[in-house]
């Protein structure tokens, strides 16, 4: 990470740990962190997005930002790189995000090309793909079935880093990071029997929502049962419990903050497949280390 974003994050972090107003109430304290592995692969510098596996038991796909081709990588439990896949036919400008759903019976992935520092890009893409099985001794391997969507913000281009899809709707929820507000976006295309056919430049409009009284966001996960979310900044975890069929109207219901000590530049969360468990990781800026956290619910 160039120096100039290093002291722009600095400048943010004073935002962030500033009072965020009466939506905050209190913090769930019954949690454990626990390392189960470090990075070791150079590879995986820049680690900015990560869900966990549901194919590859104990495994998670990981991905770094801009600088990277059009690459995701399954890791193990340990942080071990176990595999890297190739996405054949995208071209990346900056992979920000990676999430999860279920259609008819069959895993995918998304991954969301969606950052935009200076927030002037024309449009940005998700990239959705079934989700490959990883076979012992295969150290590299190509994904070529991949369906790549654009889209628009309403009210003009912005960064995003955080995304996640809800599995009881397929609503894609997408979280704005540079605003001092968070906005929140929405598109139903993945709910769409046939949202194969929007493998077009043609972009879909996204659907503005709401906004946050947080700023920043790097990440952002629900768990597979759909009732528990999970939204991080570089210095905090911030947890909704799902309170309406709408998730939107949920994010608008006061949240609570996650114990959280601050990693290098932790950009990335993930629930467990089991929702029993969350996960954070973080990129390596300066050649720090970094290390894939289990956060242990102990009060459930």
């Given at each position: 990470m160039r120096l100039f974003w290093i002291a722009l994050h600095c400048v943010y972090f004073v935002f962030?740990?500033?009072?965020?107003s009466a939506f905050a109430q209190g913090s769930l304290e019954q949690f454990e962190r626990v390392a189960t592995g470090k990075i070791k692969?150079?590879?995986?510098q820049e680690l900015s997005g990560m869900v966990a596996s549901r194919v590859n038991k104990n495994c998670f796909?990981?991905?770094?930002?801009?600088?990277?081709?059009?690459?995701?990588?399954?890791?193990d439990s340990t942080a071990k790189l176990l595999c890297t896949y190739n996405l054949q036919g995208v071209?990346?400008?900056?992979?920000?995000?990676i999430a999860w759903?279920?259609?008819?019976g069959k895993h995918y992935l998304i991954v969301g090309d969606i950052g935009d520092n200076r927030a002037k890009r024309k449009h940005i893409k998700f990239?959705?793909?079934?989700?490959?099985?990883?076979?012992?001794?295969?150290?590299?391997?190509?994904?070529?079935?991949?369906?790549?969507?654009?889209?628009?913000?309403?009210?003009?281009?912005?960064?995003?880093?955080?995304?996640?899809?809800d599995p009881l709707t397929k609503q894609l929820i997408l979280v704005s990071k540079r605003d001092f507000q968070a906005q929140v976006y929405t598109t139903n295309i993945l709910a769409n029997a046939n949202f194969a056919?929007?493998?077009?430049?043609?972009?879909?409009?996204?659907?503005?929502?709401?906004?946050?009284?947080?700023?920043?966001?790097?990440?952002?996960?629900i768990s597979a049962d759909g009732h528990h979310i999970l939204v991080k900044n570089l210095t905090n975890i911030y947890y909704w419990?799902?309170?309406?069929?709408?998730?939107?109207?949920?994010?608008?219901?006061?949240y609570e903050e996650i114990p959280y000590k601050p990693e290098p530049q932790g950009e990335a969360i993930t629930f467990s497949v089991d929702g029993e468990t969350f996960y954070t990781i973080s990129e390596r800026p300066l050649g720090l280390e970094s290390y894939l956290y289990r956060y242990q619910f102990l009060n459930k």
């Open positions: 962030a740990i500033c009072p965020q692969s150079p590879a995986l796909w990981v991905h770094n930002d801009s600088g990277d081709d059009a690459k995701i990588y399954l890791i071209s990346a400008v900056d992979f920000e995000e759903f279920e259609k008819d990239h959705i793909f079934p989700e490959p099985t990883w076979k012992a001794g295969k150290s590299e391997r190509d994904i070529v079935d991949i369906v790549s969507i654009s889209a628009i913000y309403p009210d003009g281009a912005r960064d995003a880093e955080a995304f996640f899809v056919s929007n493998n077009t430049d043609k972009p879909l409009m996204l659907k503005f929502e709401t906004k946050l009284p947080l700023t920043f966001i790097t990440a952002a996960d419990k799902r309170a309406t069929n709408s998730l939107v109207a949920s994010l608008k219901k006061a």
